[in-house]
């Protein structure tokens, strides 16, 4: 019996010597400066990602969306005076100011674009988004389309290049609800 004790305490000897319990070595607790300072952020859910990609899709439906209310006045004015250009009843003024306008609307699809692009970079680069992404590549493409469409003076079509990628996004949108 005395020898079935030894053998016993002997296994559990050098079960603790070769598999120490870490939890148990330390009895107190020590506080340094660096713990207490430092601040740690769990990551992002990906159900709050999810939400925070939406909103950026749903924000930019709200810009594209704006721009277009704007464009379609705006196109209409354009293409009347490059019409009274053709019979030469525009005066200079006009034709200058026509001129700045259709600059503002070619910057401001620009501006368009590379916000599409940026979310689309973004898109692909996030793990929780990268799902998403095969239904929101290319609509940058679309806005550089419209961009060209309007570099040529196709404001109408430029517009409707850009209510394509309005349809895009919305998908995109729905898939992620």
Known sequence: MQRTLAILFAASLSFIVLFPNPSGAQTRKRSTSTKT?????????????????????????????????????????????DDAAKRNEASPAVLEQTQKSKQTVRASIQTLREGLDKLETDFRATPELQRYYISLAGVAQGAATAEDLAAQNKFDQAGRSLLSVINRLTDVLLGMR
């Open 37 to 81: 300072t430092r601040t740690t952020t769990p990551p992002p859910k990906t159900a709050e990602v999810t939400r925070a990609g939406a909103a950026r899709v749903a924000e930019e439906i709200k810009r594209m969306t704006k721009f277009i209310y704007l464009l379609g006045g705006v196109a209409k004015g354009l293409e009347g005076v």
